[in-house]
């Protein structure tokens, strides 16, 4: 479903890997190309260091909640707790893996083998390539082809984030300075327009023009001041 939020992709399930009590860790995303069972995608696993820097921040953590509350529940004033927390990602061989610290309802959960799947929620380009990982979620409804655990849904890419990127901006920018970049690359296409134009055939005329048109006004003003400086000797021969 359509939101207003970064090409988001609730990526439906990846198989939680089958052991006894909670797993230390989870398989977020595959490496490569993602296939889903619905059709949605495909998405692509380019880069995974670049996605583990992107979406944990040193000190940072990304919640598990349950049936995605979080992007469906939490907007309409519903609870969505968190099931447990991301706190490490690793870029391995098969992909992306999370270590999660478990909350004590999440282990609950986990040990009953309430879910059999994690559906991580993914920020991702038009063209589909994976950039972030927000958060993940417990689903019975596995789509992720290629994991060891989870994938759900599809959201679309916020504008503002494209801005700062395309603008080469700090990822913390404000609107301010999202607005005085702007300006400055417009002024800058405006000023690269105007040397463009200098070479332009009707310029270059018009600029000739000018010119004779001046020289034809000294031609004027030089000759309006040898008349009066005729007439004013004259004058004073006369006297």
Not at 53 to 69: N, V
Not at 120 to 148: D, F, K, M, W, Y
Not at 166 to 187: F, H, P, R, V, W
Request: include cysteine; glycine fraction near 8%; hydrophobic fraction near 45%.
């Amino acid at each position: 479903m359509k939101r207003n939020s970064p090409l988001q992709a609730l990526c439906s399930a990846v198989s939680i890997p089958q052991q006894e009590g909670a797993p230390d860790w989870v398989h977020l995303l595959p490496a490569g190309k993602v296939t889903t069972v619905d059709g949605r995608g495909p998405y692509l696993v380019k880069s995974l260091q670049a996605i583990v820097q992107a979406s944990l921040p040193a000190g940072g953590k990304l919640p598990i909640d349950e049936c995605h509350s979080i992007d469906r529940a939490q907007p309409l004033g519903m609870s969505a707790p968190a099931r447990g927390w991301i706190v490490e990602l690793q870029a391995r061989e098969d992909g992306l893996w999370g270590r999660v610290e478990w909350t004590a309802a999440g282990r609950l959960l986990m040990e009953d083998k309430a879910y059999v799947g994690l559906s991580p929620a993914i920020l991702h380009t038009a063209q589909g390539e994976v950039r972030q990982v927000l958060r993940a979620s417990l689903t019975n409804a596995p789509n992720l082809q290629g994991l060891v655990s989870l994938h759900s849904e599809e959201v679309q890419m916020d504008w503002r984030t494209k801005l700062i990127e395309l603008l080469g901006l700090d990822g913390e920018a404000d609107d301010a300075a999202i607005e005085a970049a702007l300006k400055a690359k417009m002024a800058m296409v405006q000023s690269e327009h105007s040397q463009n134009l200098l070479g332009h055939p009707t310029v270059l005329a018009l600029q000739a023009q000018l010119g004779d048109v001046t020289g034809q006004l000294q031609a004027l003003q030089d000759d309006g001041k040898r008349n009066a400086a005729t007439a004013f000797v004259d004058a004073a021969i006369a006297a």
